[in-house]
């Protein structure tokens, strides 16, 4: 079955930089990646998907990358602000059984 | 608001008891899913409805759980004889089948304790 791996270590950076996730999966190449935010305490929130066949999805300040050969999405906060504080998310959508494969989650800590 | 609810927020219970905890998905929703989150996790799924049929059951769903989607509307999970390995956050979550729209809108969860 798909497994979906993220950087379990906590993600700290300055106010104004760029946050990079990554997410990692292991085996098919998933039809689709999605990408969620989770605050303490709160249910996750959805924030972008990107296809197979797309090499890159654009929303203000995030950007995801699909590589299939390296089996990696990559994740952008750019200008990253503390508001941006939370636990990323990487899930797979089984197309077949709707049901999402999530990864563990980052977190990221932006420092003003 | 036009969210997901889930009631209660958090639920304590004693070894043995049982619980039951309730969604209301997004009213135009036709699927809805159930799934389980530990401190450090991402969410793990559960089952999924669409409409008032349940579709898919995880092995994680041992026969100790039990969901419900009466009339396709709000859905209820219920589980019994609860162990304190089933202290969790509860999340439930909506979408609409429709070609194209895969993104789910998730509830607050409920978040489970178990003594």
């Known amino acids: 079955s798909q497994k979906i791996e993220q950087n379990s270590e906590a993600l700290n950076i300055q106010e104004g930089k760029t946050a990079t996730l990554t997410c990692n999966y292991t085996n098919y190449s998933p039809a689709y990646l999605q990408w969620y935010r989770q605050d303490p305490g709160r249910g996750p929130v959805f924030l972008l998907l990107i296809r197979e066949n797309e090499k890159e999805k654009r929303k203000e300040r995030l950007k995801v990358t699909f590589d299939t050969t390296l089996k990696q999405s990559l994740f952008h906060i750019t200008a990253s602000q503390p508001a941006d504080s939370a636990t990323y998310l990487c899930a797979h959508l089984d197309t077949g059984r709707r049901a999402l494969t999530f990864g563990s989650g980052t977190r990221l800590q932006v420092q003003p | 608001d036009t969210g997901v609810s889930q009631d209660p927020r958090h639920k304590i219970t004693k070894r043995g008891q049982n619980v039951t905890f309730r969604c209301d998905p997004i009213?135009?929703?036709?699927?809805l899913y159930w799934y389980r989150q530990t401190l450090g996790q991402g969410p793990e799924f559960l089952t999924y409805?669409?409409?008032?049929?349940?579709?898919?059951k995880s092995r994680l769903l041992s026969d100790r759980f039990s969901a419900e989607r009466p009339k396709g509307s709000f859905s209820t999970l219920e589980i019994q004889r609860t162990e304190q390995g089933d202290s969790a956050m509860y999340l439930c979550?909506?979408?609409?089948?429709?070609?194209?729209?895969?993104?789910?809108?998730f509830g607050p969860g409920t978040r489970l304790t178990v003594t």
């Open positions: 009213s135009e929703h036709n699927r």
């Open positions: 979550a909506s979408s609409l089948a429709f070609r194209g729209i895969y993104e789910q809108y």
């Open positions: 409805f669409q409409n008032e049929a349940q579709l898919e």
